[in-house]
């Protein structure tokens, strides 16, 4: 069965710091994989999203990257966190002719 | 920016059907309709989807109009688990999910 797994699940960083979240996705191959934000008490944010390695689509221009170095593993970062990076961040797949999203448990992040 | 509109709150009494409606004038012939709740502090959870038809699971039931311009989830026995935040989503074969606001619904006992 398919498994989505999501590191760090807290994290506290002061301003300035550099910032690097990692998803990684088991039991498929080659699917669609999105980050996305949560600000405390808002909707969801698509930022980025990937059809494959090396492809990325970035929905908000932001202080944010992200990368997709292998097929099932997908990369959020920053090289200078603001305090308005502050959320809860989902990273999520999906498979291109099924269609349903299968989101991971989240990662808290605290910009001090 | 969302192709959907939903109410911003809706309530419910335990026990009765919730039914959450969801505006998608703009929605395209190959795009579909996609259910998901978000319960505080975890990822959405996957609901139900449909392209024209109604649909049944085991959670829901979507009715989609005949003009596909609107949908309803029907949550056929609410429970207090149920309180989250409903989201309505339309995107063709799920490349590009985008999340608006949704619907808060208060299962109240």
């Known amino acids: 069965s398919q498994t989505i797994h999501q590191w760090p699940a807290t994290l506290v960083q002061p301003v300035g710091s550099p910032l690097s979240l990692e998803c990684t996705v088991e039991g498929t191959s080659n699917p669609n994989l999105y980050w996305y934000r949560q600000a405390a008490g808002r909707g969801l944010q698509l930022l980025f999203y990937s059809v494959g390695i090396g492809q990325i689509s970035s929905e908000v221009p932001q202080n944010l990257s992200a990368s997709r170095p292998q097929d099932r593993q997908f990369i959020l970062s920053s090289k200078k966190l603001l305090l308005s990076d502050s959320g809860f961040y989902l990273c999520?797949?999906?498979?291109?002719?099924?269609?349903?999203?299968?989101f991971g448990e989240g990662s808290r992040l605290t910009v001090l | 920016d969302a192709k959907t509109t939903q109410p911003t709150s809706m309530d419910c009494a335990e026990g009765r059907a919730a039914n959450l409606p969801c505006n998608h004038s703009?929605?395209?012939?190959?795009?579909?309709v996609y259910w998901y709740r978000q319960i505080h502090s975890q990822g959405p959870q996957y609901i139900i989807h449909g392209l024209k038809n109604n649909e049944t699971n085991e959670m829901a039931s979507l009715i989609i109009t005949e003009d596909r311009k609107s949908s309803t989830l029907i949550l056929p026995h609410a429970t207090l688990r149920d309180t989250a935040v409903y989201y309505c989503?339309?995107?063709?074969?799920?490349?590009?999910?985008?999340f608006g606001p949704g619907t808060r619904l208060s299962v109240l006992p």
């Open positions: 999520a797949w999906s498979v291109y002719t099924a269609g349903e999203l299968f």
């Open positions: 703009t929605i395209s012939g190959n795009e579909y």
């Open positions: 989503i339309v995107t063709d074969y799920g490349q590009n999910f985008v």
